[in-house]
């Protein structure tokens, strides 16, 4: 949440840094700011609303100072308003700050500083943080070169919470200082120049050369030098990570919306996440991992833990690993697992799904697991973030950048990801003959995949026009048994997450038991059918459904007689244990054109940010 950007080099800062924002502003769009060092000291501009409010100030090219810090929020403490914006200064004037996080114990600090002479101008937590600094800095005696540092470092450890900080101050016109806990922040490496950014793909136009801070790492920023210091302010060498994105694949190209162009990437990211991982004629590979027979055979129980669509993705893998490996799986929702003092110990394995590897509750779980001793693997997409520098493995989705709030890419990358795991699994366990042969079966259906994914594309057109018929509605009702149940929780997150209709999901056996009463004439029902064993039933469950006026869109790869829906949208057969990706694709469509229907703003969503960073 929130996004960050900062320069320092020889250029112009401000083009750099709206340039930045505008990259970043999928993780929070309600308000935006800049603060640069310019001949006259340091100047601050912001405004309520999107990035464009910003640009479109005339004050804006005013800006010549070449080193500089912005921000764009999603709010926290105090509503999205030019007060509460980012950057903050202190009373004097001397530091500007730039904060993604949040900080725990604000109210206790806030009275220390009012008790010290201290004023506050807005609601946030961030405003404690410029004075904080202030306030250790008038402290030190000595005007050293590392005064300026001290007092960051001073004021840090005063704060509780998580936190990403960019910080300027008009008595060091040449540095800039960063510091992050729990919260994303990376350096890119120019040439002469240095670029500061809570995600990799805002600063990929201008280099590929990254440092990656682990918690509590200071860094003095110049124009040519990056200073790293520990929490003791002792120096520490950092090495540079080359990230192999390509710039392209963070920009939108021909298509309308990212959330389109990543819907339409899907068969090259499942394509690029397999990789050599799999092969025909041999054993499923993961050079990360190195589980042994002994190991898993010992196991008390899995767990995938994750929020929203990756949790999506832990259900589809727990069918798998259940039903390939015989290990007992649990799904747990990452805020919930942590306060629920799950049943873990060292015969657990709990895997941690996120796209961006930066969620909190995710990361503060795994932090959990690994104190009650669990092993932990990490699977996520972003290479170097907080959560694989945590777990004890990871492995990588290869998905390229996935910039639409929404996640389309990232799900079916992971699924298929959690496949190749349990294959890998269920091979090192050696199990059966039988097993064998339908987990051979099953890799062959992971190479053919791309391709179905490419077919089932081809629904668009008719999902299109089914879009137009409901996009006016208030509820709509997403059902299915076993995998199908999965995939219907997360088609009812994607539509309602940028549609804003109203819509639930149910197992279809379940709707007499209360939901059935909600179903009324012309109420639309949308139901997933891809396991040949359950099909009979949950047609039976539409059709009473239909007898009560419901219409219907029906996502299939059975034999069904089709007369009886509305709309029957056909896709390519495939192995039950891998259908989520190929059923989800018309269903990421059907969202996706809703929302153009009513003319929303596909890829920011209202109240929503791409990376949940806080609690
Ligand atoms: O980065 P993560 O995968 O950890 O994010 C988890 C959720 O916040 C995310 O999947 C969210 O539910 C998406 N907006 C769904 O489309």
């Given at each position: 949440m929130c996004g960050i950007v900062g320069y320092i080099g020889n250029k112009k800062a401000s083009p750099i840094l709206i340039n930045g924002l505008l990259k970043l502003e999928y993780r929070g769009y309600d308000s935006a700011g800049i603060s640069t060092i310019e001949k006259t000291g340091l100047s601050t501009m912001k405004d309520k609303g999107r990035v464009k409010n910003l640009y479109n100030l005339p004050e804006i090219d005013n800006l010549e100072g070449t080193i500089g810090i912005a921000h764009t929020r999603w709010a926290t403490h105090g509503k999205p308003s030019k007060e509460n914006a980012h950057p903050h200064m202190d009373n004097t004037k001397t530091f500007s700050v730039v904060h993604n996080g949040i900080v725990e114990n604000f109210n206790e600090l806030k009275k220390l500083l009012c008790d010290n002479g201290y004023t506050f101008y807005?609601?946030?937590?961030?405003?404690i943080i410029p004075n904080l600094i202030d306030y250790y800095y008038k402290k030190e005696t000595d005007n050293d070169d590392l005064k300026f540092l001290r007092a960051v470092k001073n004021a840090c450890n005063s704060l509780k919470g998580s936190f990403a900080l960019e910080i300027i101050c008009k008595d060091y016109p040449d540095n800039m200082i960063v510091v992050r806990k729990d919260s994303p922040l990376v350096i890119g490496k120019g040439n002469g120049e240095n670029y500061i950014s809570s995600d990799i793909p805002a600063m990929l136009s201008y280099t590929k050369e990254f440092y990656l801070l682990n918690d509590l790492e200071y860094v003095v920023l110049s124009k040519d030098d990056a200073k790293f210091y520990n929490n003791n302010l002792e120096p520490i060498n950092k090495e540079i990570k080359l990230i192999d994105w390509n710039a392209s694949s963070a920009e939108k190209g021909e298509f309308e919306d990212y959330m389109l162009k990543e819907i339409y990437e899907q068969p090259k990211a499942i394509r690029e996440t397999i990789g050599s991982r799999i092969n025909k004629n041999s054993k499923c590979e993961f050079e990360e991992l190195n589980f042994t027979k002994d190991y898993l055979q010992g196991l008390n129980k899995i767990y995938f833990v994750a929020c929203g669509t990756a949790m999506h993705v832990g259900l589809a893998g727990k069918d798998m690993i259940e039903k390939l490996c015989k290990i007992p799986t649990e799904v747990d929702i990452a805020s919930e697992f942590r306060y629920r003092d799950p049943l873990i110990d060292e015969k657990t394995l709990c895997i941690f799904i996120s796209?961006?590897?930066?969620t909190a509750d995710t990361l503060a779980a795994l932090k959990l697991s690994k104190e009650c001793g669990a092993k932990t693997l990490a699977i996520t997409n972003v290479i170097g973030s907080s959560i694989t520098r945590e777990a004890d493995y990871s492995i990588y989705t290869h998905a390229g950048p996935e910039i639409a709030v929404a996640s389309t890419k990232a799900y079916t990358s992971q699924v298929v990801l959690v496949a190749m795991l349990a294959i890998y699994f269920a091979e090192t366990l050696e199990l059966s003959a039988e097993k064998t042969t339908l987990l051979n079966s099953l890799k062959e259906e992971l190479l053919v995949l791309p391709k179905k994914v490419q077919k089932t594309l081809e629904t668009s057109t008719e999902i299109k026009n089914f879009a137009k018929r409901i996009y006016k509605e208030k509820d709509i009702f997403f059902l299915g048994r076993g995998i199908d149940e999965t995939v219907a929780k997360e088609a009812s997150l994607k539509l309602k997450e940028i549609s804003y209709i109203h819509s639930d999901s149910y197992?279809?056996?379940?709707?007499?038991?209360?939901?059935?009463?909600?179903?009324?004439?012309d109420v639309t029902v949308i139901s997933i059918m891809t396991d040949h064993k359950l099909v009979k039933k949950t047609v039976s469950n539409i059709q009473e459904v239909i007898s009560r006026g419901a219409k219907t869109l029906i996502v299939t790869n059975q034999q069904i007689d089709t007369d009886m829906f509305d709309m029957v949208i056909r896709i390519p057969e495939t192995s039950t244990f891998i259908s989520p990706i190929l059923s989800i694709i018309p269903l990421q469509l059907l969202a996706y054109f809703t929302s153009k229907e009513k003319g929303l703003d596909v890829d920011k969503p209202r109240n929503l940010a791409k990376s949940v960073t806080v609690e």
């Open positions: 807005s609601q946030t937590d961030t405003e796209q961006s590897g930066e197992p279809a056996g379940e709707l007499k038991h209360g939901p059935i009463a909600l179903i009324e004439n």
